[in-house]
């Protein structure tokens, strides 16, 4: 008698449709030194963008652990997950299915020191597979409570 594979149904279809088109697994993930020099921008140079009185803003994502976005994050800015994982880059990709590809994008994480963060460069290298072509990384050294927090930048608390 052969075996034949159980039906998975609607729900575990999607389900693996939805991690099928997620990205690399997260060992597959470059560090983010990987993130070329031209697409960083300094926390006081985004800060000083975002207390401009004009200019366009750009569309700002937290592409961290929630516990961190609910702690502290810049204001405006969206929760979207950890992009380490594949529920993060699912959201990142909805987030911005939309979106005109030469939208502005800022996206930091601020995690844990920049050669340590799991989650930059998997949400650089989505958004630039997707064809976006106005993707800045906020370059945090330590993490965010010292390279923006600490330095008086304009901070946001979920209570």
Same mark, same amino acid.
Request: aromatic letters at 8%; hydrophobic letters at 45%.
């Given at each position: 008698?052969?075996?034949?594979?159980?039906?998975?149904?609607? +729900?575990?279809?999607? +389900? @693996? #449709?939805?991690? !099928? #088109?997620?990205?690399?697994?997260?060992?597959? %993930?470059?560090?983010?030194? /990987?993130? =070329?020099? &031209?697409? #960083?921008?300094? =926390?006081?140079?985004?800060?000083?963008?975002?207390?401009?009185?004009?200019?366009?803003?750009?569309?700002?994502?937290? @592409? !961290?652990?929630?516990?961190?976005?609910?702690?502290?994050?810049?204001? !405006? /800015?969206?929760?979207?997950?950890?992009? /380490?994982?594949?529920?993060?880059?699912?959201?990142?990709? %909805?987030?911005?299915?939309? +979106?005109?590809?030469? /939208?502005?994008? @800022?996206?930091?994480?601020?995690?844990? =020191?920049?050669?340590?963060?799991?989650?930059?460069?998997?949400?650089?290298?989505?958004?630039?597979?997707?064809?976006?072509?106005?993707?800045?990384?906020? %370059?945090?050294?330590?993490?965010?409570?010292?390279?923006?927090? &600490?330095? !008086?930048?304009?901070?946001?608390?979920?209570?």
């Amino acid at each position: 008698m052969r075996n034949f594979p159980r039906p998975i149904g609607a +729900l575990g279809a999607a +389900l @693996v #449709l939805t991690l !099928g #088109l997620s990205g690399p697994a997260l060992a597959d %993930h470059k560090p983010a030194a /990987s993130i =070329p020099k &031209d697409a #960083l921008v300094e =926390p006081a140079d985004f800060a000083a963008t975002l207390a401009a009185p004009t200019g366009q803003k750009p569309l700002i994502l937290q @592409v !961290g652990f929630r516990k961190a976005y609910t702690q502290a994050h810049i204001p !405006g /800015s969206e929760y979207i997950g950890a992009a /380490s994982e594949d529920e993060g880059l699912v959201a990142l990709r %909805h987030r911005v299915a939309a +979106l005109p590809k030469d /939208s502005p994008i @800022v996206i930091y994480c601020g995690c844990c =020191p920049w050669k340590k963060c799991p989650n930059i460069a998997a949400a650089y290298d989505a958004l630039q597979q997707l064809g976006f072509r106005n993707v800045k990384v906020m %370059h945090i050294a330590e993490d965010f409570g010292t390279d923006w927090v &600490d330095r !008086g930048f304009p901070t946001a608390k979920d209570l």
